[in-house]
């Protein structure tokens, strides 16, 4: 049981470059997230999903898109790479349903520069 | 505005003190959720503690204890007897039953370092 996977760990690339971020649960989780945390930011949310099939915008949406075609995938695109997305993004998951649920769990992180 | 804040940015402890961490929370449902999550060097995030907004009785966990007010919309975190693998940045967090649970709203963090 691996829990939350991301790919990469680490990336590089050049403004302008595109890229996807692939998260990957093995709970059977029905939401998964995707977060960007900045030094002194916290952890903002970009986007999420509470299904296969659905997204839905989070709090930082603007110059990312995503998709959920398989219920254990999440994935985060970025279409047009800008320096003000260099940052560490996380991937999490949770349950629906009972309030012991609630609780989400993270992937490791991808540190992503954008120079 | 932020929803929740962690007014302490770093918190410098010499090995075995007490540490607590204040949280403050804003939120106009009834119903939600807070957590504090810990955050280590290496990097991952631990959920760490859920408290429902039902249940203001506080808890202790071996060192870890908790104090729910909501009277003064806090939920602070206490280390006893703190250690030096204790050292991490430490997030509360909150949900709200407006947006179905499922949204966290991080504060920024605050930063422990404990001293050997």
């Known amino acids: 049981n691996a829990g939350v996977t991301q790919t990469p760990k680490f990336r590089v690339l050049k403004t302008g470059q595109s890229m996807t971020l692939l998260c990957a649960q093995d709970m059977n989780h029905e939401y998964m997230y995707w977060y960007r945390q900045d030094p002194g930011m916290g952890l903002r949310l970009i986007h999420y999903s509470v299904g296969e099939g659905t997204t839905a915008k989070g709090e930082v949406p603007d110059g990312y898109n995503v998709s959920r075609l398989k219920k254990q995938n999440f994935l985060l695109g970025l279409e047009s790479a800008a320096p003000s997305q260099t940052s560490v993004y996380f991937c999490?998951?949770?349950?629906?349903?009972?309030?012991?649920?609630?609780?989400?769990?993270f992937g490791p992180g991808t540190r992503l520069t954008v120079t | 505005a932020q929803k929740v804040t962690q007014a302490q940015t770093e918190i410098s402890v010499v090995e075995k003190e007490d540490v607590t961490l204040d949280c403050v929370y804003e939120?106009?449902?009834?119903?939600?959720?807070l957590f504090w999550y810990k955050q280590p060097p290496s990097g991952e995030l631990v959920f760490l503690i859920r408290?429902?907004?039902?249940?203001?009785q506080n808890e202790i966990s071996g060192r870890y204890s908790w104090n729910f007010q909501k009277s003064t919309s806090s939920f602070n975190f206490t280390i006893t007897a703190s250690q030096v693998v204790d050292s991490a940045v430490y997030f509360c967090a909150l949900s709200e039953r407006r947006y179905g649970n499922n949204r966290l709203a991080f504060g920024k963090g605050n930063q422990v370092v404990v001293i050997p």
């Open positions: 408290r429902n907004s039902f249940d203001e």
């Open positions: 939120t106009r449902d009834t119903t939600y959720y």
């Open positions: 999490a998951s949770s349950k629906h349903g009972t309030p012991s649920s609630y609780e989400q769990y």
